[in-house]
């Protein structure tokens, strides 16, 4: 069965600082691996999607990285600001998986002034 | 195109009632997924549709959830008989082939 574990499970910064956001899997025949992120109740945001082929993607201040053989993958914010603070989840599709996603429990990121 | 559309946003609901819920996904995606999520959880995957054919099911989805995507477009989810443990967020996304999913803003539903 595909396991998500991401690390920290929740985080706590002073404004301006550099963060890294840890996710693992289980399931190495991967096709895609997504970042997303949730504000209190409301749906998900795509951040970044990483092909199989690739080994990191870029956004803003944003980079999120792939490691197939190591089964992780890292999400690192440059830069934090009060406006980053949200729920970060990791989701992992299989490689036969139709693009179903495997969800981590998520990061609670808290950016204070 | 406005992205993935979902509704009602929020359902409260008597325990035993039916009730059902919409999706709008993005017009050209032609995979449809419905995912749950409860409390400090992420989303866990309950169906998905590749036009209209249903092509998996997770054995979260009792037999009193039944989904539907007509012609390929929209889709709806139904609970029949709701429980209290189905009080969740219910999640939307789409897709096209191999892409990047784009999720709706969810339908909270409470079962008092």
């Known amino acids: 069965k595909q396991e998500v574990t991401q690390i920290p499970a929740a985080l706590s910064v002073p404004e301006g600082e550099n963060l890294v956001l840890n996710c693992s899997f289980t399931?190495?025949?991967?096709?895609?691996l997504q970042w997303f992120r949730q504000d209190p109740g409301k749906g998900l945001t795509s951040l970044l999607l990483?092909?199989?082929?690739?080994r990191e993607q870029t956004s803003g201040r944003l980079n999120a990285s792939l490691d197939k053989s190591s089964g992780r993958s890292t999400l690192y914010i440059a830069a934090s600001q009060p406006g980053d603070s949200a729920t970060y989840l990791c989701?992992?599709?299989?490689?036969?998986?139709?693009?179903?996603?495997?969800f981590g429990q998520g990061t609670i990121l808290t950016v204070h002034p | 195109d406005t992205g993935v559309s979902q509704d009602p946003r929020h359902k409260i609901t008597k325990r035993g009632q039916n009730v059902t819920f919409r999706c709008d996904p993005i017009?050209?995606?032609?995979?449809l997924y419905w995912y749950r999520q409860t409390l400090g959880q992420g989303p866990e995957f309950l169906t998905y549709?590749?036009?209209?054919?249903?092509?998996?099911k997770s054995r979260l989805l009792s037999d009193r959830f039944s989904a539907e995507r007509p012609k390929g477009s929209f889709s709806t989810l139904e609970i029949q008989r709701t429980e209290q443990g189905d009080s969740a967020m219910y999640l939307c996304?789409?897709?096209?082939?191999?892409?990047?999913?784009?999720f709706g803003q969810g339908t909270r539903l409470t079962v008092v």
């Open positions: 399931d190495s025949a991967i096709y895609n």
């Open positions: 996304a789409s897709s096209s082939s191999g892409a990047e999913a784009f």
């Open positions: 990483i092909q199989s082929s690739q």
């Open positions: 549709f590749q036009n209209e054919a249903q092509l998996e």
């Open positions: 017009s050209e995606h032609n995979r």
């Open positions: 989701a992992h599709a299989g490689g036969t998986s139709y693009g179903k996603l495997t």
